[in-house]
């Protein structure tokens, strides 16, 4: 493994690092943010004005990165190539954390969707090859983000597991770290009619590198889409206080994608973590969750 930059502050809150909003963050007083999130392939080989607002920013903030297009789960073989230029570009920028999606989004081509993998033991070890495979590539640990999803791929009763067991089973298998988006937590939790808060009790606090909250739309009773296109609603936040109570504090991002309201708004949200933290931060400390 290569040097590791240095690690986020775990009571920090970082935001997503969108091009509607390069104006809002160029123009951010010191410490409006901790951090900044993107998504590597929007800005591979970027250039011109974009690429120079860009490096301005990744000079000025730590940065994180968030993948969309490696399909962990997905039946093509991995590209190699395209780890190999995501390896030099989190070298580059001194990118402190990498994620993906615990998912599949790919096979002859790009599908632009992240689709649920089957809970079953032949996935786990399907998923976690290749998620030995990137960390290999790279030279550092990856994290794997709990996904959205909204219906279940069959299995055989015998060979089934239910969504946290799947996810504990990928970290073990894998020996990687886990992103734990809160927000997916509840949508599922609605979707799928399990206890959000069991669930997140599940989660190996050992393994836990990062939170994300974000907000969702409500299609219908009892139907959650996550959007990442709303404010974070108080359920979300309740159930984020209770991740820091149970796993402890890490970096905290705040997922907004479309919509985007004023930039006042959304340091609203940002103050709103760092209450969280600074609450969990003075209160008596939990018993972490296996691990």
């Known amino acids: 493994m290569t040097t590791s930059p240095p690690p986020l502050a775990a009571a920090s809150a970082g935001l997503g690092l969108r091009r509607g909003l390069l104006s809002a963050l160029q123009a951010a007083a010191p410490g409006d943010v901790d951090f900044l999130e993107c998504a590597p392939e929007n800005w591979i080989g970027v250039g011109g004005r974009l690429g ?5 920013l990744a000079e000025r903030h730590p940065l994180t990165c968030h993948g969309l297009s490696l399909s962990l789960g997905g039946p093509a073989p991995l590209d190699e190539t395209f780890v190999a230029r995501v390896g030099r570009f989190l070298d580059r920028h001194r ?5 993906e999606h615990l998912s ?3 096979d002859d081509g790009q599908l632009y969707d ?4 089957p809970f079953t033991e ?11 495979r990137v960390q290999d590539i790279l030279g550092r640990r990856i994290a794997i983000e709990n996904v959205s999803y909204y219906a279940a791929l069959p299995a055989a009763p015998a060979q089934a597991l239910d969504e946290a067991g799947f996810v504990e089973a990928v970290l073990a298998e894998a020996d990687c770290d886990l992103l734990l988006d809160v927000n997916n937590i509840l949508v599922n939790a609605v979707n799928h009619g399990y206890d959000a808060a069991a669930f997140l009790r599940r989660m190996p606090s050992n393994r836990i590198a990062c939170y994300h909250v974000a907000g969702h739309h409500d299609e219908a009773p009892g139907l959650k889409v996550d959007t990442h296109g709303a404010a974070v609603i108080p359920d979300v936040w309740s159930l984020l206080a209770e ?3 149970v796993h402890g504090l890490r970096p905290t991002l705040l997922e907004r994608d479309f919509n985007l309201p004023p930039f006042a708004e959304l340091l609203d949200e940002i103050a709103s973590i760092r209450a969280l933290q600074r609450a969990a931060a003075a209160a008596p400390a939990a018993v972490p969750a296996r691990g």
């Open 52 to 56: 120079v607002a860009f490096e301005a």
């Open 114 to 117: 992240l689709l649920p993998l």
């Open 95 to 99: 990118v402190a954390l990498y994620s």
């Open 243 to 245: 991740a820091y109570r």
């Open 122 to 132: 032949e996935a786990v070890a399907h998923v976690s090859a290749r998620i030995r």
């Open 104 to 106: 599949w989004c790919s």
